[in-house]
């Protein structure tokens, strides 16, 4: 894919959310299921990732030079390493958390990611007493925190 590097406002198409609120309530989801796949190190990274892509809702394109430093600057100087950071990166992706698209600059080099949050998957929920073929379903759907 050919995505041109630039400001953040020309990614807002990459957005799965209408607001930071609705971000934050799928991060929350996401993290409530999956927290336990990552390190302790690996989820500073992710925690970090997310509070970069509030200026349009789950996206985020800053160097991973940048969110290390904020990280390294946060923690007195015992941030996460580059390795640490990219294998939150890889698990995050497996996960289905992101979508990573790769960016380039005018003159074709690669220049930073783009990293796009997925809403977290919501369940099919059926009405009360649902029948599908003849057959009857009474089901009820209650989110547990």
């Given at each position: 894919m050919n995505l041109k590097s630039?400001?953040?406002e020309g990614f807002e198409g990459?957005?799965?959310f209408k607001s930071v609120k609705e971000f934050n309530?799928?991060?929350e989801m996401w993290l409530a299921v999956k927290k336990h796949?990552?390190?302790k190190g690996e989820l500073v990274g992710l925690k970090r990732l997310v509070r970069f892509s509030a200026k349009v809702p789950g996206v985020c394109n800053a160097k991973i030079g940048t969110l290390l430093k904020a990280i390294n600057e946060?923690?007195?100087g015992n941030g996460i390493s580059r390795s640490t950071f990219k294998r939150?990166?890889?698990k995050?992706?497996?996960l289905g958390i992101l979508t990573i698209y790769e960016t380039e600059r005018k003159n074709g080099s690669q220049s930073s990611n783009l990293y796009s949050f997925n809403s977290f998957p919501q369940p099919l929920v059926y009405p009360?007493?649902?029948t599908l073929q003849g057959f009857a379903f009474n089901y009820s759907y209650r989110h547990s925190s």
């Open positions: 630039g400001r953040i990459y957005s799965q309530t799928h991060i796949e990552f390190s946060e923690y007195h939150m990166i890889i995050a992706k497996d009360p007493n649902f």
